[in-house]
């Protein structure tokens, strides 16, 4: 196993997820096996019980790890599947720590962070990165790390301590540091500064590691004597400093490395050089180059309560994004912020009304993602009133379904009070309601998690022709609450079909309403195993219907096509960038990479 640790300098949102993931890209495109772990300093056990307005989405793994949505990164571009363990965070480490010191494991030591806390870090890469994430037997040939935050950071002090002790551990030529930096432009001069990449090595040798390669994110590529300047301060070679420039999308990060020649320069700090094959990259290629040139539009609200960060909606922004490529259409996202549809807001501020609305109406299709807590739900169910009565496409997750389901039953069985005891316990009609192996008093890992099997009951179901009419497809959970049993027989002589269950039968799964020209709610998040070039089959659906195409992605054959295949040798011509009213909805500009400094 050979290990190639990924860190970040000089400010933090530098793209550090999407560079180590592109590494990860170009070593597979070179015949090698690829892992990866994320470390993530902090002290939460898990970003299960995180606000995604602090850290963006929760990422959730087939096992039900709540992860740091950069694995969601991982497992889209090296088409993987990693598990809980992949995500390493202080608070994992302390727990297995002081658990051993309580078993009194440690015979009567003082238990210090070093040795204890550092060999424990060591450990847990060494276990981790053994375990097979690409459906292949036996350990992958290399493990890219991820060290979140920034060098210097109090938090992270054990585990560049750790890495330092682990790089001397596995011995040169199976440790290669790739240190991410930035290469700043001055406007007054217009020249590249390389100040600040400089303090950020010096700080990380101060530290013990060593960079043997520069990624340098900037806006434009290096200037040669800036390199030579890097070169000669950082003392790192010349033909290992890159440069990651600003890039339409992030589908070219890959291409940028393999362009500047970085899987030789790790090759050569690994002992590869002469083994691994040229790495072949052409469906990238043309993915990277077929987003940039689409430009037929498909517009989708999506009607959330985080609307004001994109990457807490992440894996349903790929999602999709991956289904609009399919499809070959230029995804254009309105973010349509849910209380802002709601009656009050009318009251209190008629402007975020109007804008809320008028976005909702005129959008080819409609996504109410998933979430917790009250606020916006009234807004979100308005949305799926819209787009029931005016049958406008609809996906609806987790939350999303059961607010469809909420409002069927207010709108067409008339059960006014219906909602969810999440939201109202004393509701005289319970739709939703509290799964009964729950907690209502531990938030950490308590919930429905991870890949559940889900039977399709209704077999010419749209969902069950998207899934190319398997019996049962495998898809991930979060909830705490589901469609209440004692209703479902209500709703469904009312007409919303469940179209898929669990495998008792008594949870329902998918919903359906058949007279729709596309109506679907998922108790599940089919998103996070969206791929770029797997479309995920129900975002499929959607803007397939969203542009009037359903019919060809429903056609077994032809779904199949559009999942293995999104890719033409031909590039369309490019069309105009056009920027949505409230100056995020093209989902270019959210994607990284591009205006500025990255997001993700
Ligand atoms: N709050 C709902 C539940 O716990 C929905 C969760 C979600 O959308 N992930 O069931």
């Not at 892992?35 to 939460?44: F, G, R, V």
């Not at 992949?86 to 297995?96: L, P, S």
């Not at 399709?456 to 959970?477: C, I, Q």
């Not at 669990?502 to 599940?524: S, Y």
Request: hydrophobic share 40%; with cysteine; charged share 25%.
């Amino acid at each position: 196993m050979k290990y190639v640790l990924v860190t970040g300098g000089v400010v933090s949102g530098l793209g550090k997820g999407v560079t180590a993931s592109s590494i990860g890209v170009l070593l597979k495109a070179c015949g090698l096996r690829v892992t990866s772990i994320k470390i993530d300093p902090y002290l939460n056990t898990d970003a299960g019980t995180m606000s995604p307005f602090e850290h963006g989405e929760v990422f959730v793994l087939d096992d039900g790890g709540e992860v740091d949505l950069d694995l969601g990164n991982y497992e889209r571009f090296l088409d993987i599947k990693l598990t809980r363990d992949n995500n390493i965070t202080t608070g994992k480490i302390y727990q297995h720590v002081i658990a051993k010191e309580r078993k009194g494991d440690y015979l009567g030591k003082t238990v210090q962070v070093v040795p204890h806390i550092t060999d424990a870090i060591q450990e847990w890469i060494e276990r981790v990165a053994a375990i097979p994430v690409d459906g292949e037997e036996g350990p992958a040939d290399i493990c890219v790390i991820e060290l979140g935050g920034t060098i210097g950071d109090i938090e992270s002090a054990p585990f560049i301590e750790a890495l330092g002790q682990f790089s001397y551990r596995v011995g040169t030529g199976n440790f290669c540091l790739v240190h991410v930096s930035l290469v700043p432009v001055l406007n007054v001069v217009g020249e590249q500064k390389t100040k600040p990449t400089q303090h950020s090595v010096r700080g990380l040798r101060g530290l013990g590691l060593i960079p043997d390669i520069l990624a340098c994110r900037s806006t434009k590529a290096l200037e040669e004597n800036v390199k030579e300047k890097l070169a000669q301060f950082c003392h790192v070679p010349l033909e290992s400093i890159f440069t990651l420039y600003d890039v339409p999308n992030i589908w070219h990060i890959p291409l940028l490395l393999k362009d500047q020649k970085a899987h030789l320069a790790i090759s050569k700090v690994l002992n590869l050089a002469g083994i691994v094959k040229e790495p072949s990259l052409e469906e990238w290629t043309s993915r990277a180059e077929l987003c940039d040139n689409l430009h037929v539009p498909v517009r989708i609200a999506v009607v959330g309560k985080y609307t004001g960060l994109s990457d807490a909606y992440l894996s349903i922004l790929k999602a999709l994004l991956h289904a609009s490529v399919a499809c070959r259409k230029k995804l254009v996202v309105d973010w349509v912020p849910a209380c802002d549809l709601e009656k009050e807001t009318e009251k209190e501020n008629p402007n975020a009304y109007k804008a809320a609305w008028k976005l909702l109406k005129g959008v080819d299709g409609v996504l109410v993602p998933g979430g917790f807590g009250d606020r916006g739900v009234e807004g979100k169910i308005l949305a799926a009133k819209y787009a029931r009565e005016n049958k406008i496409p609809f996906l609806g997750i987790c939350l999303g379904m059961q607010v469809a389901v909420i409002e069927f039953a207010r709108s067409v069985i008339s059960l006014v009070d219906a909602n969810s005891t999440e939201f109202k316990p004393d509701t005289k009609h319970p739709c939703i309601v509290f799964m009964p192996e729950g907690s209502r008093t531990h938030m950490g890992g308590t919930m429905r998690l991870g890949s559940r099997k889900s039977i399709f009951t209704v077999k010419d179901s749209k969902s069950a022709k998207l899934y190319g009419n398997k019996s049962f497809v495998d898809e991930r959970h979060r909830h705490r609450y589901e469609v209440n049993p004692d209703m479902v027989e209500r709703l469904e002589k009312a007409g919303l079909s469940f179209a898929a269950k669990d495998e008792t039968g008594k949870r329902m799964e998918i919903v359906e309403l058949p007279n729709h020209p596309f109506f679907i709610g998922a108790q599940f998040h089919p998103e996070y195993k969206s791929r770029p070039g797997k479309a995920s089959p129900l975002f499929l659906g959607l803007i397939a219907a969203s542009c009037g195409e359903l019919d060809t992605v429903m056609n077994p054959a032809s779904v199949h096509q559009h999942l293995i295949s999104n890719c033409p040798k031909s590039v369309f011509v490019n069309g105009t960038s056009k920027k949505a009213p409230n100056g995020m909805a093209d989902v270019r500009y959210n994607n990284g990479y591009c205006n500025g400094l990255h997001t993700r």
